[in-house]
């Protein structure tokens, strides 16, 4: 099994290398095209010093080199920085803001869910529904622009840019969190009703049972599998950071890099960011998938 998941990363890992990097030569220009006009003796040794004047056979073998051996090489952008330094130092606070904003999600989320289950087209259902059709409908760049105006802009409340402490992450997780909190409330509450509606509910009922305890015990470990098969892919992409309100709150994550990376072509951060991306999604979706394999029997492969 092990085995299997190590050759899933490996595989798609490798296709999205390679993608990435036919895409970065049909791209018109190069990393150093937009820079002012220099001689072409000194172009030609910048290019030969990052090897751009190879062949892009070869070129592309060394690319598969580096991400074997997670060493992208240096970063155009910041002579003498590796990407791999790169990443070491952006991720962790990446990683940070967005266990916040998971956090977040699953606080809001349960209840809303659990609250709409138990009262199908009641108020609660009503309020989940409008949060769930708020959260998908509204982009999370304009959630962050409106939380940044009136908390940061207007109110004072919170810092409006940068990466100073607990305050400085208020406002970027609420924005990442708004997408996983109205997707996974409305998991739950469709999970969950169904659930209420088996037979073996309606046995505890008929016994007797206390409602908050068929909820609490019997019930919600039945929607655990779902919840984490979900639970995965956002995880990745929540802790990666958003590169939008990355960008928007100054946030010195990955995502602003990334950002930076595509627009200044620089290639080493582009093909490495990618990689690493890749890589922590697909190990969060197998993870989270195994989970919920081993936690619902019927999933499971024979």
């Keep these: 099994m092990l085995a299997r998941s190590a050759a899933i990363v490996i595989v798609v890992a490798w296709a999205v290398a390679t993608a990435t990097f036919i895409l970065m030569r049909m791209t018109p220009g190069g990393p150093f095209s937009r820079d002012r006009k220099i001689p072409a003796a000194v172009q030609q040794a910048i290019e030969h010093y990052y090897h751009l004047d190879e062949p892009a056979w070869k070129q592309y073998a060394r690319y598969l080199g580096a991400a074997a051996t997670g060493r992208f090489g240096p970063s155009y952008d910041q002579p003498g920085v590796t990407v791999g330094e790169v990443i070491a130092q952006r991720f962790p606070v990446s990683a940070v803001l967005g266990v916040i904003a998971l956090a977040i999600s699953l606080t809001l989320a349960f209840p809303l869910g659990i609250a709409a289950a138990l009262k199908p087209g009641g108020w609660p259902d009503r309020i989940n529904a409008t949060a769930a059709s708020a959260g998908v409908a509204i982009p999370s ?22 990466w100073y402490g607990a305050a400085s992450a208020v406002l970027p997780a609420i924005s990442l969190s708004a997408l996983p909190t109205a997707y996974l409330a409305r998991l739950i509450r469709s999970e969950l009703s169904e659930v209420l509606r088996s037979d073996f509910l309606r046995t505890a009922r008929a016994k007797g049972v206390a409602p908050w305890r068929i909820v609490a015990v019997h019930a919600l470990r039945h929607i655990l599998a779902p919840v984490l098969a979900f639970l995965g892919p956002q995880a990745a992409a929540v802790m990666t950071g958003s590169f939008v309100v990355e960008l928007i709150f100054d946030i010195p994550g990955l995502g602003r890099d990334f950002v930076y990376s595509i627009s200044n072509r620089n290639y080493p951060m582009i093909m490495g960011l990618t990689v690493f991306y890749t890589v922590l999604l697909v190990s969060f979706n197998l993870i989270s998938d195994g989970v919920a394999r081993w936690l619902d029997p019927r999933t499971r492969r024979p």
């Design 141 to 162: 760049f304009i959630l962050a622009s409106l939380l940044l105006y009136v908390f940061s802009l207007k109110l004072r409340l919170f810092p409006g840019s940068g």
